[in-house]
């Protein structure tokens, strides 16, 4: 393999996280929000520019879709009468354009630190941040290397605009030596992927894989085909008011219930105590008066008994209160949201984690196999047929100001992706 032109996934990914995509979970719309399209639409363009095949820019649900054709004669599924030629497969490659609505994605100011030395960066006299190591250690192994950091006012984008920025790169490389063998590629950029709706409106006719890679991962080496399975739930409390001097035996203060709901849930199982395999309840919202109250949970966790489990804690719960201030008090609201890949990628389909894992250490990239503490549309898509674990995008602290990518492990992906579609 030559060599790809290293400054061309940074130059893109500084021009696509200047682009606010931020998406809105209240909205009720798909795409959630118009603004979207804005990178949907310039992705188009660049495709065709590059020489992609098939580009199409669903302008309703804001899906950017595009092929590289095969570089061996056909693309069947078998080669000389034996077992299919995974090389013949039909790859896809996946990111989402949306950046998460936790934090601001508007006017963006990404900077560039060179050769970092260690010690404390200063963001900017706009937020007057400091990103330190101190408080994130994992900086220490960037020493001598360049770090792309926000100016502590917004995200920077890199979840998962970096991921977008390293396929096209690849892309770009791979149409230009049509000498490196590979299968069909199809390459598509979601939208929602932030509010769990990255999947909802794509076709999957038209992205025509066999299997696939999102690029959605964290720091180089990250490779994961294991995620939570994930729930959200909603908690609705009616309560009786009256005037509080003529309150005995009379008021029922619903925002006071909502309280006792959540203390009915175990302590431990909150996002700051738990790590690694270990689930948990987390509480995103709540709101309330002595009349009503609601409160929004998320329930996560890998094993699947386990999440059942978490949720029939909560409906306990709720038939708990009902019993003990009256029918109709409380109420809840839970819906699935997506599983753990892993059932689907182990029926056959581990040689995308053996093939990537090899891929990486060819390239001196020491792989880090460990599950995800939350989705990626590749969770969805595996339960929709296209077994689809999840890559690094080389990322650090993302939905938020300190968020900080390194520029030298967006170049190091990129060449992942390209040595990985000949595998």
Do not use: W
Not at 338 to 355: A, D, P, S, W
Request: proline share 4%; hydrophobic share 35%; net charge negative.
């Amino acid at each position: 393999m030559g060599k790809f032109d290293k400054s061309e996934v940074i130059e893109r990914f500084l021009r696509y996280v200047v682009i606010d995509t931020q998406s809105d979970e209240e909205s009720g719309l798909s795409p959630s929000s118009e603004k979207q399209k804005n990178l949907g639409r310039l992705l188009e363009k660049e495709l065709k520019d590059i020489g992609a095949s098939d580009v199409f820019f669903d302008d309703e649900h804001c899906y950017v879709y595009a092929r590289i054709k095969s570089t061996y004669e056909t693309c069947d599924d078998t080669k000389d009468g034996k077992e299919p030629d995974l090389k013949r497969k039909k790859l896809a490659l996946i990111a989402h354009m949306d950046t998460s609505p936790e934090s601001s994605g508007k006017n963006v100011k990404p900077r560039i630190i060179e050769n970092y030395d260690g010690n404390d960066i200063y963001l900017g006299d706009a937020s007057s941040l400091t990103l330190s190591p101190d408080q994130y250690p994992e900086m220490k192994a960037y020493i001598g290397q360049s770090l792309i950091v926000t100016d502590g006012t917004t995200l920077l984008g890199a979840d998962d605009k970096a991921g977008v920025a390293e396929i096209m790169t690849a892309a770009s490389y791979l149409i230009k030596h049509p000498e490196i063998k590979h299968g069909e590629i199809s390459i598509c950029f979601t939208p929602d992927e932030e509010i769990g709706s990255g999947v909802d409106h794509i076709d999957m006719k038209r992205l025509n894989a066999d299997y696939g890679y999102t690029v959605d991962g964290g720091a180089i080496g990250e490779l994961e085909y294991e995620n939570f399975n994930a729930a959200s739930a909603t908690v609705k409390v009616h309560g009786v008011t009256v005037h509080p001097g003529e309150a005995k035996n009379k008021m029922k203060h619903a925002s006071r219930i909502a309280m006792e709901i959540d203390s009915m849930l175990p302590a431990q199982a909150k996002p700051q105590y738990t790590e690694n395999y270990e689930g948990f309840f987390y509480l995103t919202e709540m709101k309330g008066t002595t009349e009503e109250a609601e409160f929004k949970y998320i329930i996560r966790d890998h094993d699947r008994a386990k999440f059942e489990d978490k949720k029939n804690l909560l409906d306990a719960a709720i038939t708990f209160i009902n019993g003990k201030y009256g029918q109709g008090t409380a109420e809840v609201i839970i819906k699935d949201s997506y599983y753990n890949m892993r059932e689907k990628i182990e029926e056959g389909n581990l040689f995308l984690v053996e093939n990537a894992k090899k891929a990486m250490e060819d390239l001196g990239i020491v792989p880090k196999i460990q599950p995800i503490r939350g989705g990626t549309d590749g969770a969805r898509l595996s339960f929709m047929g296209l077994p689809c674990p999840n890559l690094c995008a080389g990322g650090h602290n993302f939905h938020g100001r300190f968020e900080y990518v390194c520029a030298e492990s967006m170049e190091k992906i990129t060449e992942l992706l390209i040595k990985l579609v000949n595998m």
